[in-house]
């Protein structure tokens, strides 16, 4: 679900959104070249493939954890982000409810 929107919250502004997002594919496409330098290396050391088998192992990996990475980056950010959005409502009630005079 790469190129679906990002469901939004009505009390979670939309720069905060974009950022979990940006930061996610920032994170996500650190993952997947890591992830497939190491693979190529693996695959041409460890399980002696041509230069060529290496190669697109190492991209075939990338991608796919480059892009399993960004997902999960962005479901932990966004979960993130909706934690502290309900705990400031809560806090926000609980203030409200203390101030509030008592009969």
């Known amino acids: 679900?790469?190129?679906?929107?990002?469901?939004?919250?009505?009390a979670l502004p939309a720069d905060a959104i974009q950022r979990v997002t940006s930061e996610a594919r920032k994170?996500?496409?650190?993952?997947g070249l890591t992830s497939g330098?190491?693979?190529?290396?693996?695959?041409?050391?460890?399980?002696?493939f041509k230069r060529n088998t290496a190669l697109f192992c190492?991209?075939?990996s990338g991608v796919l954890s480059g892009v399993l990475f960004t997902q999960a980056f962005k479901?932990?950010?966004?979960?993130q982000l909706h934690a502290e959005e309900a705990r400031l409502r809560y806090q926000h009630l609980n203030d409200t409810d203390e101030t509030s005079p008592q009969s």
């Open 27 to 31: 994170e996500g496409v650190f993952a």
């Open 58 to 60: 190492g991209v075939l």
């Open 1 to 10: 679900m790469a190129g679906s929107t990002p469901k939004t919250s009505a």
């Open 37 to 48: 330098l190491a693979s190529a290396v693996i695959g041409s050391r460890l399980f002696s």
């Open 75 to 79: 479901e932990t950010a966004m979960a």
